[in-house]
């Protein structure tokens, strides 16, 4: 992809990107432009509920976005995705653990110190997945295998899960299943604080690794003979994806689809391999998918919450049969 | 230009020593192309993958340039040596040009920028090997021969003064695996290049060849 074409392409995501971001920011319940903006609702609608969200949609599209492509392309799978290998069941099991057994956090407005160890248990699911199905996909190279292995995963994980909702009580069981759901919503501008330079430090570091990814993506044989420390790749893939996911998790919810089917659309829209551009792509165009779900949320739904996930796999399983048909990407 | 020394080759992890090869004494120079003959499961992948770094010798040593391939970084010795393996690589919009273009990674900056000077060698290793017009064709897309030349000219962008190719004419019919081996002899030839090749097809190799190693499965090892 010439210099151009990528500068230009940007842009027009950049253009998508604020438009949609205005749309969710007008969209909700109250109807924003029938208060003044002298009006104290208006900013408190305006600052505490629809910019969190809208930022946190920003984020977590994003965030899940980036994290399927590293994992696609250090798998060289093209069905590789947070959701798809019991990324996300690693950190939902782990986020239930947390929430369930610990008695003093609670999902919903539990206090800073309960939050980030709702974090930090659900990067370490994210992680603890990540490296069995690494250590899967080193041992058995077929990619079917892999798949398979990470969806089983995440059948256990979501029948462990499954056991500790069992035993919990009431209150706590149904702020889980709404989490469950997942939701760009409940994240409050505090949140965002903790939330945002985790996020900005993981992109960036994700583009520190664009040479090797690129390299990667013939083989791990020729990667390494291209003077790719190979190991170090995969570990700190592993860790920025296990921090994102983990993050993006704990905060909203397993949000599925978007992890696998932004990559695939990005390639199957912008025909490049290179992880500058589609780094660049995915970050933007994962963005706009969640904060189309969400306008579409509102849209439907503007005097309670649809679950994002609803709409999200409405958009992503389209996009996964279409792969599954066309042969180009499949390399499995 | 590789001098080999007292080498056993293998596969090494906490419980087992499997040893797959003894005492292997070689010195391959610039200039030869090197035919690496033996039975199925002799030890020539195993020998490729020791001399290009890949697998670590269980004992013995390698040499470079008079310098132990241990003490060399990842990123010198890919500068100095190259590799075509049978793993066939595709999907992810992988193009020709994008292939090649791989080639230069040990010499471009972090975000995997190709200068002027990167792009007119990643044009020169195709136009070597009469694959520009295919430049923009998806990997996929190309015939198994043309696959295998550009992982070709992906070691010509890798601008290496060794190319190690295990098996490049599994997948080729009769005429392009002669075209291959013409295309690996002007090489050496024309670049001085020490190339090193393992096959199984004998008669093609030993028209082309200066140098044969054949590795027998009684650990002995004849050169002529």
Redesign the interface.
């Known amino acids: 992809m010439s210099k151009s074409k990528f500068i230009f392409t940007t842009l027009m995501l950049l253009l998508v990107l604020a438009v949609l971001a205005i749309c969710d920011l007008c969209f909700g319940s109250t109807n924003l432009f029938s208060l003044e903006s002298s009006n104290p609702m208006f900013s408190s609608i305006l600052y505490d509920i629809r910019l969190p969200k809208t930022l946190t949609s920003i984020i977590a599209g994003s965030g899940l976005a980036l994290c399927g492509l590293l994992m696609q392309s250090l798998f060289r799978n093209p069905l590789a995705g947070p959701y798809v290998l019991g990324v996300s069941s690693g950190s939902s099991l782990f986020v239930a653990i947390a929430t369930m057994m610990i008695s003093s956090i609670h999902v919903s407005g539990f206090f800073i110190m309960g939050k980030s160890i709702v974090t930090l248990f659900s990067i370490m699911g994210a992680f603890f997945v990540t490296l069995i199905i690494l250590l899967v996909s080193r041992k058995n190279k077929s990619n079917v295998t892999v798949l398979l292995v990470g969806l089983m995963l995440g059948q256990i994980l979501s029948a462990f899960q499954g056991l500790i909702e069992y035993m919990s009580n009431a209150d706590n069981l149904k702020t889980f299943v709404m989490w469950g759901m997942g939701s760009v919503g409940s994240t409050t501008l505090q949140d965002l604080y903790f939330v945002i330079p985790i996020y900005a430090i993981t992109i960036v570091a994700s583009f520190f690794f664009i040479k090797p990814l690129n390299a990667i993506l013939l083989n791990e044989q020729y990667a390494q003979n291209l003077g790719v420390n190979v190991n170090a790749l995969r570990l700190s893939v592993i860790i920025l994806s296990a921090i994102l996911v983990g993050v993006i998790t704990a905060f909203c919810g397993p949000i599925a689809f978007v992890g696998i089917s932004v990559p695939i659309a990005s390639r199957l829209f912008f025909k490049t391999s290179h992880h500058l551009h589609q780094m660049t792509f995915c970050l933007l165009l994962g963005a706009c998918v969640v904060l189309t779900a969400d306008v579409i949320c509102q849209v439907l739904s503007s005097q309670f919450m649809l679950p994002i996930n609803t709409v999200t796999t409405l958009i992503g399983s389209p996009v996964v049969i279409y792969l599954l048909f066309k042969s180009k990407l499949s390399i499995g | 230009m590789i001098d080999i020394k007292h080498l056993e080759i293998g596969y090494q992890n906490k419980r087992q020593h499997n040893s797959v090869f003894k005492d292997i004494n070689l010195t391959l120079n610039a200039g030869d192309l090197v035919g690496l003959m033996g039975d199925n499961g002799v030890g020539k992948s195993t020998f490729l993958?020791t001399i290009?770094?890949?697998l670590a010798p269980l004992s013995g040593e390698i040499h470079i340039n008079n310098k132990s391939i241990s003490h060399y970084?990842?990123?010198h010795?890919?500068?100095l040596?190259?590799?075509v393996?049978t793993?066939k690589?595709?999907?992810?919009?992988?193009?020709a040009w994008?292939?090649v273009a791989?080639?230069r990674?040990?010499y471009?900056?972090?975000?995997?920028?190709l200068t002027t000077e990167d792009e007119s060698i990643v044009t020169k290793a195709l136009e070597q090997l009469n694959l520009l017009p295919l430049k923009d064709k998806?990997i996929?897309?190309l015939s198994d021969g043309q696959r295998q030349k550009v992982m070709i000219a992906?070691s010509l962008a890798?601008q290496t003064p060794i190319i190690v190719l295990d098996e490049p004419t599994a997948f080729l019919d009769h005429t392009s695996k002669h075209h291959l081996f013409a295309t690996l002899k002007q090489l050496c030839v024309e670049q001085g290049k020490l190339i090193i090749v393992s096959s199984h097809d004998l008669e093609l190799m030993k028209t082309y060849i200066n140098k044969s190693v054949m590795m027998a499965e009684n650990n002995s090892i004849s050169i002529k």
């Open positions: 993958k290009t770094g890949n970084t990842a990123q010795l890919a500068q040596l190259s590799i393996v793993e690589i595709g999907g992810f919009n992988l193009t994008d292939v791989t080639g990674t040990p471009i900056n972090i975000f995997g920028k998806l996929d897309e992906k890798q």
